[in-house]
């Protein structure tokens, strides 16, 4: 389960994420504002994104709105230590889908998690995927291009379905790292140049070789 908390206490959410990985296996990606979290949710698929009430540089309020306007579609659960009726009412009525009071026991924030999740929020992806000649069929995690198959490991896939998701942005190298390995893998940005210029290779002459430009200094993007 892939969970977005978003809690500007360093403290706090090193805590929450370390335990939320530890007791339940999750992975967490942890920022520290609500724009963070805002970019993060709309850039990635989270089973569910747990908000601070309180951030600087946008609040998790503000986030949680914003991403409900924007037809954001996934489970959110507020964290505050608001917990007066209207506070409460407010949160709800931002778009978020539970709320919990702090302090809390993980226990409890684990508990409701799974609650959020065993619910249907957000849709399935499109299977198939094209973009110029270029198909990714995400059920069976196979490539094509021009209409022939193209071998791509696990790894690969996930990082060429990852840029023609965000298509036209510019993803970084750590971006990458953190959405296909994890932040917490032993592997180097080097590792993400080395497979970007297999896949390449792997589509040969094939005009979708050209779709993956690099931005030097920076990272990777996929040009519609």
């Given at each position: 389960?892939k ?26 990606d ?5 724009s ?58 931002a ?52 209409g ?7 790894r ?10 965000n ?17 917490d893998?032993?592997v ?37």
């Amino acid at each position: 389960m892939k969970i977005l908390l978003a809690e500007d206490d360093v403290r706090l959410g090193e805590l929450t994420a370390h335990l939320m990985k530890r007791k339940a296996g999750y992975t967490v990606d942890w920022v520290t504002s609500g724009s963070e979290a805002y970019d993060y949710a709309t850039a990635s698929s989270y089973d569910v994104v747990v908000l601070d009430w309180m951030m600087p540089d946008g609040n998790g309020l503000d986030a949680c709105a914003k991403l409900r306007k924007n037809g954001y579609a996934g489970a959110i659960l507020m964290l505050t230590a608001k917990d007066a009726l209207q506070d409460r009412v407010e949160g709800l009525d931002a778009g978020a889908d539970d709320y919990l009071v702090k302090p809390f026991e993980i226990e409890e924030l684990l508990a409701r998690v799974r609650a959020l999740t065993r619910r249907t929020f957000v849709p399935l992806q499109e299977d198939v995927v094209r973009i110029g000649e270029l198909e990714l069929h995400r059920n069976n995690q196979m490539a094509k291009s021009g209409g022939a198959v193209i071998q791509l490991s696990p790894r690969e896939f996930q990082i060429l379905d990852l840029l023609v998701q965000n298509k036209n942005l510019t993803l970084t190298r750590e971006v990458i790292l953190d959405k296909v390995w994890g932040l917490d893998a032993d592997v180097n940005l080097k590792t993400i140049d080395a497979t970007v210029k297999l896949i390449r290779k792997k589509l040969g002459a094939s005009p979708s070789r050209e779709l993956i430009r690099s931005v030097r200094g920076v990272g990777y993007r996929v040009e519609a």
